[in-house]
């Protein structure tokens, strides 16, 4: 069994509606959690960051951390075609310093107009 | 510069070559990672340096893989006697604080 398990979709969604994305994770000594999206052929970017539990809002995107469940979510309010990507989750366990992200597989996205 | 950058974008090369493949990271920023995302696979973590510690090499998946980084900047990751299963997109990122990665646009890796 994979440290994080993510739903590789891929998730087709109309222009406007909520999408909700998620991981679960089996690993307790993860303490940072991010959310990366993917357009095809380029690298990762860096669109969430959110340490230990709780709930993070950035424009139309929502991160969700549950710490006690293992279980962590994004959610992308007034979705947009140009939304269209992968999207990964990633978590590191690391106390000080840096340190190597463990990644989900990647939940591909497609937002239709 | 502004991001990651990373070269070459694209190699292709013939089983049992070597290969290097450079990052530069973003100014300032002390630590440095490098990732291969293959299908099937999704994103690995390879090696990570930060400042003037030894690096962490826990990743790489054999001894033909290398990776220096001179001056606490540019890195090269080197591929010794590549083989087909080398065949991926290898991304480099740099961090100044815990865990926030800034990754490059990777450099995509054929093996023939």
């Known amino acids: 069994q994979k440290e994080v398990e993510q739903d590789p979709g891929p998730l087709s969604v109309p222009e406007g509606a909520i999408v909700s994305l998620n991981c679960t994770y089996s690993n307790s000594a993860f303490q940072y959690f991010m959310w990366y999206r993917q357009y095809s052929r380029k690298g990762p970017e860096l669109l969430m960051y959110?340490?230990?539990?709780g709930n993070k809002e950035d424009g139309r995107f929502t991160a969700q951390v549950d710490k006690s469940s293992k279980y962590i979510s994004l959610f992308i309010r007034d979705s947009q075609p140009s939304d269209s990507a992968t999207y990964l989750c990633?978590?590191?366990?690391?106390?000080?310093?840096?340190?190597?992200?463990?990644f989900g597989t990647g939940t591909q996205l497609k937002v239709e107009l | 510069g502004a991001g990651v950058s990373q070269s070459p974008s694209n190699k292709v090369t013939e089983k049992g070559k070597d290969v290097e493949l450079r990052c530069d990271p973003i100014?300032?920023?002390?630590?440095l990672y490098w990732y291969r995302q293959s299908l099937g696979q999704g994103l690995e973590f390879l090696i990570y340096?930060?400042?003037?510690?030894?690096?962490?090499k826990s990743g790489l998946p054999s001894d033909r893989f290398s990776a220096e980084r001179t001056g606490g900047s540019v890195s090269t990751l080197t591929i010794q006697r590549t083989q087909q299963e080398d065949s991926a997109v290898y991304l480099c990122?740099?961090?100044?604080?815990?865990?926030?990665?800034?990754f490059g646009p990777g450099t995509r890796l054929t093996v023939l």
């Open positions: 959110t340490y230990s539990s």
């Open positions: 100014s300032g920023h002390t630590a």
């Open positions: 990122a740099s961090s100044f604080r815990v865990s926030e990665q800034f």
């Open positions: 990633a978590m590191s366990g690391v106390t000080g310093g840096g340190n190597k992200l463990t």
């Open positions: 340096f930060q400042g003037n510690s030894a690096p962490d």
